[in-house]
């Protein structure tokens, strides 16, 4: 099975977004062909910041895998953002500073990614030919999530003014099944500063907040054995940095919300009987996208994962193969090798 990638993510403040759009578009065309990615994608990035007011980037692609790109940088302000959606995954970045020169104004920075994507594929279990155990399997399917947030401050103007600033990442994912059963689970971090009223008197406090599911996600599916079971999924995130350099001399803020190809869907880590035992038969994937949502560490699509996908992964270490690049973290290495031997089939 044929699988391949894309990796964003902003390098350099001076790049210009007019001539990356072309590079990007050229990019993003070359891996959406021979197999679509995803049902739908979307990507867009928008930054409101002073001295431009909003600027709004819609992804590049097609309808089944989306890349954005944008950034601003103008002396004391400015910032990055990138999104992308398909196979499998979605990635949101965005980071954003502010510094206060000696002119007695507020500059502020508010830069937002988001991406999305729908999918579905079809999954028919077979009983083994001997020790079959009759009733429904269940599929224990994995999605990773984690995020990053940072945020720094100098000196702030006095409270009251409504200096604000903050990073977050947020996410929400959703499936069902044909066979019935289906599931939703969302997670968010911030990180920042507000103002708020103490005792009659306005005040700052920085804060630091998270909620949901962050690490693995579990998604079980009930399948019976024989009856295709057809599995949709919805994916979705967002990356805000917030900034504003207060009205004085020498203030500033930073900000970055990181959620790079995090929300990403890890495969089956188990399909088990009724009683608990292992399944023993045999599973057959269907996926209109082309991407193995069953075992992605089944690099060349033999329906196993063994020694020809350990000698595919060996060969293209240290390059970004997509196909081999199971991680999705832009680079053939040791993530995708420990991965590839966690999906070794036996």
Not at 237 to 266: C, E, I, K
Request: aromatic letters at 8%; glycine letters at 12%; a negative charge.
């Amino acid at each position: 099975m044929h699988r391949e990638q894309t990796n964003l993510r902003s390098t350099s403040p001076a790049l210009a977004s007019s001539a990356f759009a072309g590079a990007l578009a050229a990019a993003v065309a070359s891996v959406i062909t021979p197999f679509a990615h995803a049902q739908t994608a979307s990507a867009d990035t928008r930054i409101i910041a002073t001295g431009i007011g909003t600027r709004i980037v819609n992804g590049v692609g097609s309808d089944s895998l989306r890349a954005a790109f944008d950034t601003h940088q103008n002396g004391i302000i400015g910032g990055d953002a990138s999104a992308m959606a398909g196979r499998g995954m979605i990635s949101t970045f965005a980071v954003a500073t502010a510094q206060r020169d000696t002119t007695p104004f507020i500059d502020s920075c508010n830069i937002r990614a988001r991406a999305s994507m729908t999918d579905s594929f079809s999954v028919m279990l077979e009983e083994p030919a001997k020790g079959a155990v009759p009733g429904p399997k269940t599929m224990h399917f994995e999605v990773g999530s984690s995020g990053t947030v940072t945020y720094s401050h100098g000196t702030l103007p006095p409270a009251g003014v409504g200096q604000n600033g903050l990073a977050r990442v947020e996410y929400g994912m959703s499936f069902s099944s044909s066979q019935g059963g289906s599931g939703s689970f969302t997670g968010f971090m911030s990180k920042g500063v507000e103002e708020w009223v103490e005792n009659g008197q306005w005040t700052y406090r920085e804060f630091d907040r998270s909620g949901g599911i962050w690490g693995t996600i579990p998604v079980d599916v009930v399948v019976t054995p024989g009856q295709s079971c057809v599995i949709s999924i919805s994916m979705s995130s967002q990356a805000l940095a917030d900034v504003t350099a207060g009205s004085q001399p020498g203030m500033f803020t930073n900000a970055s919300a990181d959620f790079g190809h995090t929300l990403r869907w890890r495969g089956a880590a188990s399909i088990v009987n009724a009683d608990g035992t292992p399944f023993r038969g045999t599973v057959a994937v269907i996926s209109p996208t082309g991407f193995n949502y069953v075992t992605p560490a089944d690099i060349d699509g033999s329906g196993t994962v063994d020694a020809a996908d350990l000698s595919e992964l060996l060969a293209q270490w240290g390059t970004n193969d997509p196909a081999a690049d199971i991680g999705q973290n832009g680079v053939v290495d040791a993530q995708d090798l420990s991965m590839l031997l966690d999906s070794w089939t036996s």
